[in-house]
């Protein structure tokens, strides 16, 4: 049993701070330290085991004074990714949160934030299709328009053909008047869509991409032919690709 679902949650935290600042397993143990700080009943538990770890101290009060920061949200996961400051999947992680998930009003108020972890990512690991693909949702999120779809082409050169990348390069030439270009790329979303029916429901986040561009585009909201092909014009000639890779 996992120590955090025991009674022991000021042991359990100071145990995974322990492999924080070790090394060995931290990326496990970062996330498991953010699973208890998340829940209000469990932090004065972890306050007091920390007291009895002087050589933890440091590490702990990054992540309880972000905690303090009622006012910032992101304060814990900023907190956290202070935690490990050179890793990109953990940037990417943090984008990505941000950049798929609208607050009530179906917006992003931390489209910024989430542009800047994602460009700290692609920083940390270049030339990365999947990571590029997450700083293209976050410039798309961000209004970014011509950004975002240049970036998504680099994604889809570097190898993420894939329609995560060609919704948003579709949405992004519809906001900016482009509507055939944006038309030539949800034709090719959808015609994916038609070939992999299977893969394409089981994707619960990419169903809700495709339900994104036809919102956005409803005049081209239209079922492609069967064994439709087609590709637009200014993208790679390559086949259609398979889910995302981040």
Partial sequence: MLLEQTEKTGEAFTAYLTAVRNGPMRSQAIDKIQKILEDPKHREACVQAVKSKPELTELASRLFDAIERQDDPLALTSGLLSLRPDDPGAHNDAAWKLATSPDKDALY????????????????????????????????????????????????????????????????????????????????????????????????????????????????????KPNAETEPADGPDKPAGSDKEN
């Fill in 109 to 224: 108020p931390h489209a910024a934030q989430a542009v800047e972890w994602a460009r700290r990512a692609n920083e940390l690991a270049p030339n990365d299709g999947g990571l590029l693909n997450t700083l293209g949702v976050a410039l798309y999120r961000a209004e970014q328009w011509q950004e975002a779809i240049d970036t998504l082409q680099k994604s889809i050169e570097l190898g993420a053909d894939v329609p995560h990348n060609w919704l948003f390069i579709a949405m992004a030439h519809w906001q900016l008047d482009q509507k055939d270009k944006a038309k030539q790329w949800y034709d090719k979303s959808l015609a994916w869509q038609t070939a992999n029916a299977d893969a394409a429901k089981a994707d619960a986040e990419l169903q809700g991409f495709f339900t994104e561009a036809a919102n956005l585009m409803p005049a081209d909201a239209e079922e492609p």
